[in-house]
């Protein structure tokens, strides 16, 4: 079995994926322009951006799949173009569509991987097979699309890869499923591995990463570290007070207030927990609610822009 230690840095610990003002323009102009990142080995770093941003498009210039217009992409020192099978060998890499062999059942799919890559050793396979539950007897043709993202995740890791690229892998998971990729990540980040993943979910990237880089309409907007980003969130609240007098109460309490519909008020809270608790005291409440932002709402509130 090739194992992580065939694929030992050549930067002591330091530079695992170099991303340098790679510039991929589609013909309608859409695309990815001058992006600059890095992941550090045995880092996790998010990728995070709405739909269409650019997240797989970028992905894929780091599979070696497409040229690049302008820039570069090295995984361990190595170009991701002109060596990508080398690259290959130790990498996990999970696409954002699984499109493969829809005849093979997953028993033979998983072996053919193994076969290519030349792992004799199937252990980790089969551990990782029992730990997603997947029901491998099935064709993958018959395959939900959460058995199948099971699938290709049992793929990406059962070679055990030093460096994972993963796009959004809890895509089309249960809730169970995605706890098991959650553990499974902060395993792999423990044994020093390297991960870059592309995600919607802002929980999952707060769980799981170290860094996260945002992406907007092709440009990389930040890159942060998760917990400065997290405290950057907002909480909103849904005040539901006796009175208009109330509704009065909080709109003069100098909090940050949102939408009023009758007796429910919008209170967005940064810091000023304590005023906001004051405030309530003096009101007559009948209900308190978090509202649950989407991450497009949090990278609103965080970039001062408007997501489209
Ligand atoms: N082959 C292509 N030809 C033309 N435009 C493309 C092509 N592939 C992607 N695009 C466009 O480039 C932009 C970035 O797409 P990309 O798939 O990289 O976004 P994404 O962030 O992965 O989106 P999602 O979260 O929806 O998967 C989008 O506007 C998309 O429509």
Redesign the pocket.
């Known amino acids: 079995m090739k194992s992580s230690s065939t694929f030992i840095s050549k930067h002591g610990g330091e530079l695992m994926i170099s991303v340098k003002g790679l510039t991929k323009t ?3 102009g ?3 322009f001058d992006l600059t990142f890095s992941v550090n080995e045995g880092e996790v770093f998010g990728y995070l ?12 210039q780091l599979m070696g799949f497409t040229n690049a217009d302008k820039g570069t992409c090295t995984i361990n020192g190595m170009d991701t173009r002109t060596q990508a099978k080398e690259i290959q060998k130790s990498l996990g890499y999970l696409p ?1 569509e699984i499109a493969f062999f829809d005849e093979m059942s997953g028993t033979q799919f998983l072996q053919f991987m193994n076969d290519m890559r030349g792992v004799k050793d199937n252990t980790r396979k089969k551990q990782l097979i029992e730990r997603f539950d997947l029901e491998t007897d099935r064709k993958i043709r018959k395959m939900s699309k959460g058995m199948k993202q099971k699938a290709g995740l049992i793929a990406a890791f059962m070679h055990d890869p030093c460096v994972y690229i993963l ?2 892998p809890t895509s089309g998971l249960d809730p169970l499923m995605q706890k098991t990729f959650i553990e499974l990540i902060l395993e792999e980040r423990s044994r020093g591995k390297t991960v870059l993943m ?1 995600s ?1 979910s802002f929980e999952e990237i707060e769980r799981t990463s170290d860094r996260a880089g945002v ?1 907007r309409e ?1 440009k990389l907007v930040a890159v942060e570290d998760v917990h400065s980003l997290k405290a950057s969130q907002r909480k909103a609240f849904l005040v539901t007070v006796a009175s208009p007098a109330d509704v009065d109460r909080l709109k003069v309490s100098e909090l940050e207030i949102g939408k009023i519909t009758g007796n429910q008020v919008e209170v967005y809270i940064s810091s000023e927990y304590d005023r906001f608790i004051g405030v309530l005291a003096d009101c007559h409440v009948k209900g308190l609610d978090v509202i649950s932002q989407s991450l497009e709402q949090v990278f609103m509130k965080y970039y001062g822009q408007e997501v489209q």
Do not use: A, F, L
């Open positions: 589609y013909k309608n859409k695309g990815i951006g709405p739909n269409g941003s650019g997240k797989t498009t970028t992905i894929r954002g796009d959004e592309s919607h992406i092709g």
